[in-house]
């Protein structure tokens, strides 16, 4: 077996991977929910407003931040929305896979046993976008 053969067997058994079956199953939910897909079309008319108001020579810029005030609300509505929670969860889950699985090939192909190279999950400092210290 070729090694592109190879890469597409790992595909396939990543396809069969939980994390990747959380992941659809989280994503089909998100969408047959209405209100979360409402509450996404509203944040994408509201992004959309900000960026005309933005464009605009004479904007009014109480106007705007009052337009991100709106967004970041409507942002937090989506997060909190249990759909969307468990969609991010399996998300996370499933990327943390593929980090892991890069990491070791990337390793590899820089000369680190294939055996032995792991991932090295580290703290990028900003917990804005992290999902938790382990």
């Given amino acids: 077996m070729d090694i592109i053969e190879q890469a597409r067997e790992l595909g396939r058994q990543i396809q069969k991977d939980d994390r990747y ?20 079309g509203e944040f994408n008319l509201k992004r959309m407003n900000i960026n005309t108001e933005a464009q605009k020579e004479d904007r009014s810029e109480e106007k705007l931040q009052k337009l991100n ?6 942002y937090a509505s989506i997060m909190k929305n249990e759909n969307m929670a468990a969609y991010n969860m399996a998300r996370q889950e499933l990327d943390a896979l593929l ?21 090295q999950e580290s703290c990028g400092g900003n917990c804005a976008s992290c999902g938790g210290c382990h």
């Fill in 21 to 40: 079956l959380k992941v659809q199953i989280a994503q089909q939910n998100s969408d047959n929910d209405k209100e979360l897909q409402a509450l996404i």
């Fill in 99 to 119: 980090n892991r699985v890069n990491a070791i090939i990337m390793q590899s192909a820089q000369g680190e046993d294939p055996d032995t190279t792991d991932y």
């Fill in 69 to 74: 005030q709106e967004l970041r609300a409507c």
